[in-house]
């Protein structure tokens, strides 16, 4: 139990005030249940003789000098020898304004007032904060884009006020809202990870100015709808390689790891380093990233398959002296993307740029141009490709020739083509004369008989044609007539007459030969 009392004079001087008709008040504080001592005469140790304690005007307890005494057990209010009022067990309603008139010997009278009031709380300060998950430490969580509801409640008397304050990482707001009464709720519709921070519910007792927190932290999680980043570095050493994966946006650390199995480490970017002996033509290397928001078993990953370069180009160029000729070479197809360059000979020197070697990108196309070619540029280059996997390269070689060159091969496909004319007009003409070559001048009467039909009788003998086939005897013009037969087709019945005459005149012209054995007929 509590007892109240103001005792000393120095704090009554300090809290008292002067009433209208010249009496001080003091103010004094209690609780429900304490024990509450109002002082009346504090000038000196003069005993009051009768002592007369009222409350709003009305009296409520009467005592003096010497018959006071301690006041008895059974007895809640009570007047002490000096004239105090004695009040056990504090209750709400014994607030008030309490006036004591004293008389003191001499007749001489004094007054005193105090001002009791009885507060209590703030006390029983709760705080609710819904849509969200306890962590271990007490902590609460809610994901990005919720609803969230904060209630707070507190007991007080005789009244409170209750204020909701936050404070962030980028904000400070001492009142988020405020309002008396025994609860106060409000409510963030999609909580964004800037509403994270520590919510607190201040309840005040209006009365007595005492004071009561309760404070909760809230973070916000949030898990972006992208996948993480796989992404690789090269190293000083060509063989090895770097592999990163990162996965920025998310909050908490998500966890990471390469490849299905081992632990997660609890890390935004994970890296690790292989080297080439590591590494093969088509391995997947894979990132998997594990989030409280994330279901077991659905976790994100990113990937890639490992390939070995392979450059293509041209490997046969030529160029005339004095000209600029331009060495093409392609790489697309390498991951982790290759290093190419242009080499020269077989010691594959490596190529300096300058005004002799130009070199030039075109996304996946390394050019080398040379310029004013010489004799000395003839030979071997080397597109050299290399990445962590292998290294691979594309040989071209290029042919310097001088105009001379080019000369007689521009003379020499034109007498080629001079020549395969000349065949084809003499074939032609030879072609399109063959009756008269065939037939002689002695037969120009058949080109006006449509209807005859030459037979050749092939010969039995495998000789050369002039030897097989019979000729006439020379005539006056030097030269041999060939034996044909001469057969009409008869077109209708009345034709069949002219037909046998044509026969027998042909008969009678028809001149024997010296060997009759080897018959050709047309």
Request: negative net charge.
């Amino acid at each position: 139990m509590r007892i109240v009392a103001a005792l000393l004079h120095l704090c009554l001087c300090a809290t008292a005030a002067v009433s209208t008709d010249g009496s001080t008040e003091t103010t004094l504080k209690a609780a429900p249940g304490d024990i509450a001592l109002l002082p009346c005469y504090t000038a000196g140790n003069v005993t009051p003789s009768l002592t007369t304690w009222m409350k709003n005007e009305r009296e409520v307890v009467v005592g003096g000098g010497g018959r006071g005494g301690p006041a008895p057990a059974e007895r809640r209010l009570a007047v002490l020898h000096d004239g105090s009022l004695n009040i056990r067990g504090v209750m709400p309603g014994d607030e008030g304004s309490y006036l004591c008139n004293a008389t003191l010997p001499g007749n001489h009278t004094f007054q005193a007032r105090v001002l009791l009031q009885v507060t209590s709380g703030p006390e029983s300060v709760s705080t609710s904060i819904t849509s969200t998950t306890t962590l271990s430490n007490g902590t609460l969580y809610t994901k990005k884009g919720s609803l969230v509801s904060f209630n707070c409640s507190a007991s007080s008397y005789p009244s409170q006020r209750l204020t909701w304050a936050f404070r962030g990482a980028s904000s400070s707001n001492d009142s988020l809202v405020s309002a008396s009464g025994s609860w106060l709720d409000f409510r963030i519709e999609n909580v964004q990870p800037g509403d994270q921070g520590v919510y607190s519910c201040r309840a005040e007792n209006t009365v007595s100015h005492e004071t009561a927190n309760k404070s909760t932290e809230l973070l916000v999680y949030y898990v972006p709808d992208r996948h993480p980043d796989c992404m690789w570095a090269p190293v000083s050493d060509s063989t090895h390689v770097q592999f990163t994966c990162t996965w920025h946006g998310v909050y908490p650390m998500p966890g990471l790891r390469w490849g299905d199995h081992g632990l997660f480490q609890v890390t935004d970017s994970l890296s690790m380093t292989l080297n080439r002996s590591l590494l093969s033509d088509g391995q997947t290397v894979k990132c998997m990233a594990q989030h409280q928001l994330l279901d077991p078993g659905k976790e994100k990953s990113c990937s890639f398959t490992l390939k070995p370069p392979f450059p293509e180009g041209e490997p046969l160029t030529a160029a005339l002296v004095a000209t600029d000729v331009t060495l093409s070479c392609t790489e697309a197809a390498s991951t982790p993307p290759a290093n190419t360059t242009w080499r020269k000979g077989l010691q594959q020197d490596a190529i300096v740029p300058g005004s002799k070697y130009i070199l030039s990108v075109e996304g996946p196309v390394l050019k080398l141009t040379i310029v004013n070619v010489s004799k000395d540029d003839e030979g071997v280059y080397f597109c050299r490709s290399e990445n962590p996997l292998a290294v691979s390269e594309l040989e071209v070689y290029l042919t310097v020739k001088t105009s001379s060159a080019y000369t007689g091969a521009i003379i020499g496909i034109f007498i080629a083509a001079l020549i395969v004319g000349s065949a084809v007009i003499v074939a032609k003409t030879i072609y399109s004369n063959r009756h008269r070559i065939c037939l002689g001048g002695g037969f120009g009467q058949l080109e006006d008989d449509r209807g005859d039909v030459l037979s050749l009788v092939e010969s039995d003998d495998e000789q050369i044609f002039q030897d097989a086939v019979p000729q006439l005897p020379p005539i006056t013009n030097g030269h041999h007539t060939t034996l044909v037969q001469i057969h009409r087709i008869p077109s209708s019945d009345h034709e069949e007459a002219e037909t046998a005459d044509s026969s027998a005149q042909q008969q009678e012209d028809t001149v024997q030969t010296d060997e009759p054995e080897d018959l050709v007929s047309f």
